[in-house]
């Protein structure tokens, strides 16, 4: 197993439009070696410019690190990465830590942390929120999930990637916290959505007039002030930012965490609708801001 001086030597894979940010400033404030994977070389070749190493493989990769760090798509993604035939599992050994930062099940998280300690390797779920220039501000909010023996040997380098590092329990509470941020930011969006909708449908006030005098009263949040005043109003929702086909996975996450215990989110489904009807419409790599437009065509389903 690779190492620095007795050091550990820092594995990475998915470089994404937040997460190649992430690895960089791994590997710019941790003061360890990176070595990266990512099926693009695009990501990895800017990222060398911070001497972040690019790995052949995954075999590669798990082979010269200690401490690897996930951050890919969602299930499908992690589940190809770590338990395909040529995946982590099958390639890492005994005191090696595998840390998962994408936004999956619950479930899966349980899964996989048991496979991994079978193999003696420790896990922790670490999803990540904010935005993409706070991943490339490295103040990302972290929720994690895990021993309290693996968070405390992974907090300091999830400081080198955010500001606000959160143990928040067992393997899978990371996890769902951020499937419950998640599935509350995507309803207030929804519900801000509908109110500008009202506002422009009605003529009885501007939009703007309407969302800054909401920022002086009790409707006032970070989702208003971001969301709403930075995306909606300017009617701007682009391409390279979260999109709606991610927070519909996110949606279907938290909606699968609360059918499995008994609970039904009437406000999630109704969200979820409208987050559907936006991605038939093709806007699924647009910025999840831009369900505004599913629910414009609810008013004007002809225009």
């Given at each position: 197993m690779s190492s620095?001086?007795?050091?550990?030597?820092?594995?990475?894979?998915?470089?994404?439009?937040?997460r190649e940010p992430m690895c960089r400033n791994l590997a710019k404030k941790?003061?360890?070696?990176?070595?990266?994977?990512?099926?693009?070389?695009?990501?990895?070749?800017?990222a060398a410019e911070d001497g972040v190493e690019s790995a052949a493989s995954l075999a590669d990769l798990a082979a010269r690190t200690n401490i690897i760090f996930l951050s890919l798509p969602g299930e499908p993604q992690v589940r190809a990465v770590v338990q395909g035939p040529e995946g982590l599992l099958a390639q890492m050994r005994a005191g090696q830590t595998l840390v998962d930062t994408s936004t999956c099940p619950v479930?899966?998280?349980?899964?996989?942390?048991?496979?991994?300690?079978?193999?003696?390797v420790d896990y922790a779920d670490a999803p990540v929120a904010r935005t993409a220039q706070a991943a490339r501000d490295g103040t990302l909010s972290i929720m994690v999930g895990g021993t309290a023996e693996v968070f405390?040997?992974?907090?300091?380098?999830?400081?080198?990637?955010?500001?606000?590092?959160?143990?928040?329990?067992?393997?899978?509470?990371?996890?769902?916290?951020?499937?419950?941020?998640?599935?509350?930011?995507?309803?207030?969006?929804?519900?801000?959505?509908?109110?500008?909708?009202?506002?422009?449908?009605?003529?009885?006030?501007?939009?703007?007039?309407?969302?800054?005098?909401?920022?002086?009263?009790?409707?006032?949040?970070?989702?208003?002030?971001?969301?709403?005043?930075?995306?909606?109003?300017?009617d701007t929702h682009p391409t390279k930012s979260f999109p709606i086909d991610y927070i519909l996975k996110d949606l279907d996450y938290a909606i699968q965490l609360a059918e499995e215990n008994g609970v039904k989110m009437e406000g999630a489904y109704a969200t979820r609708a409208v987050v559907q009807r936006a991605a038939e419409m093709g806007f699924g790599d647009r910025y999840y801001t831009v369900l505004i437009k599913a629910i414009e065509c609810a008013l004007n389903p002809k225009g």
């Amino acid at each position: 197993m690779s190492s620095n001086d007795g050091n550990p030597t820092l594995g990475f894979v998915g470089l994404g439009v937040m997460r190649e940010p992430m690895c960089r400033n791994l590997a710019k404030k941790s003061g360890l070696p990176v070595v990266a994977f990512d099926l693009r070389s695009e990501p990895l070749q800017r990222a060398a410019e911070d001497g972040v190493e690019s790995a052949a493989s995954l075999a590669d990769l798990a082979a010269r690190t200690n401490i690897i760090f996930l951050s890919l798509p969602g299930e499908p993604q992690v589940r190809a990465v770590v338990q395909g035939p040529e995946g982590l599992l099958a390639q890492m050994r005994a005191g090696q830590t595998l840390v998962d930062t994408s936004t999956c099940p619950v479930a899966l998280a349980r899964e996989i942390a048991a496979e991994c300690a079978a193999k003696g390797v420790d896990y922790a779920d670490a999803p990540v929120a904010r935005t993409a220039q706070a991943a490339r501000d490295g103040t990302l909010s972290i929720m994690v999930g895990g021993t309290a023996e693996v968070f405390g040997e992974i907090e300091p380098l999830l400081y080198c990637m955010g500001e606000a590092i959160t143990h928040c329990g067992p393997v899978g509470a990371g996890e769902a916290v951020k499937l419950m941020n998640n599935m509350v930011v995507v309803q207030t969006v929804h519900a801000i959505a509908e109110a500008l909708t009202v506002a422009q449908a009605s003529g009885a006030v501007d939009g703007h007039v309407l969302f800054e005098t909401m920022t002086k009263s009790s409707g006032d949040s970070f989702v208003l002030r971001n969301h709403g005043m930075k995306s909606m109003l300017p009617d701007t929702h682009p391409t390279k930012s979260f999109p709606i086909d991610y927070i519909l996975k996110d949606l279907d996450y938290a909606i699968q965490l609360a059918e499995e215990n008994g609970v039904k989110m009437e406000g999630a489904y109704a969200t979820r609708a409208v987050v559907q009807r936006a991605a038939e419409m093709g806007f699924g790599d647009r910025y999840y801001t831009v369900l505004i437009k599913a629910i414009e065509c609810a008013l004007n389903p002809k225009g």
